[in-house]
């Protein structure tokens, strides 16, 4: 069953953009990991502000009880050579770093301000190739819903999980462009032909 960001947010389907902006800010302050709130619990309303927060993305939402791959992902990407597809997950990397308060004593309420617009800038994706690209390497092609377009080199031998960081290629903010982190994911075929099937016999007595 899909997430009810309203819910998770605990407000209102006819809430005001102050009042999910405060909700989001008053969860995120709870449950902050630096401040021992649960992890999980905060990348889940890091999710539900990044849809709610938006105003096209909270009005597919509304309409459609979801939005597409695009929601902070690759919107509209297109597949690298060959056919390999995206795999995806709309959501974004949180990265709060530590800080102390600026000189003249900004206070708590400026440093969380300049965090929060940090958190909302940094968008994490994650990009599904195929066992050959992982193991030989290759180059992918790509176009953001941010209208960028990426060129990523994945050296031969990359690793499940591998991830690669595109500063200010992320979600623009009053403070500047965050950063686009690409996470890798390795797709296991779920059916092989006769002769793939040989070729990765050949590759396992080889490595035996």
Do not use: C
Not at 41 to 67: H, M, P, T
Not at 70 to 80: I, L, N, T
Not at 142 to 169: C, V, W, Y
């Amino acid at each position: 069953m899909a997430k009810d960001f309203y819910d998770v947010l605990g407000v209102s389907k006819g809430a005001s953009e102050q009042e999910i902006k405060k909700a989001y800010r008053s969860k995120a302050h709870k449950l902050h990991p630096d401040k021992g709130g649960d992890k999980a619990a905060f990348q889940e309303i890091n999710e539900a502000y990044q849809v709610l927060g938006d105003k096209n993305k909270k009005a597919q939402y509304d309409q459609f009880g979801s939005v597409g791959r695009g929601a902070g992902g690759f919107g509209g990407a297109h597949p690298p050579a060959g056919g390999k597809g995206f795999g995806g997950f709309d959501g974004f990397n949180v990265n709060f770093g530590g800080g102390h308060p600026p000189a003249g004593g900004g206070g708590f309420g400026s440093i969380f301000e300049d965090l929060f617009e940090s958190a909302f800038s940094q968008v994490q994706v994650q990009l599904a190739i195929s066992i050959p690209q992982a193991v030989l390497g290759d180059t992918v092609r790509f176009k953001t819903n941010f209208g960028d377009e990426i060129e990523l080199r994945i050296p031969p031998a990359t690793q499940e999980g591998h991830s690669f960081r595109f500063r200010g290629k992320g979600q623009q903010t009053r403070r500047g462009r965050g950063d686009l982190t690409v996470v890798i994911h390795i797709e296991i075929p779920h059916r092989l032909t006769r002769e793939q099937k040989e070729l990765y016999e050949q590759l396992r007595r080889a490595s035996s």
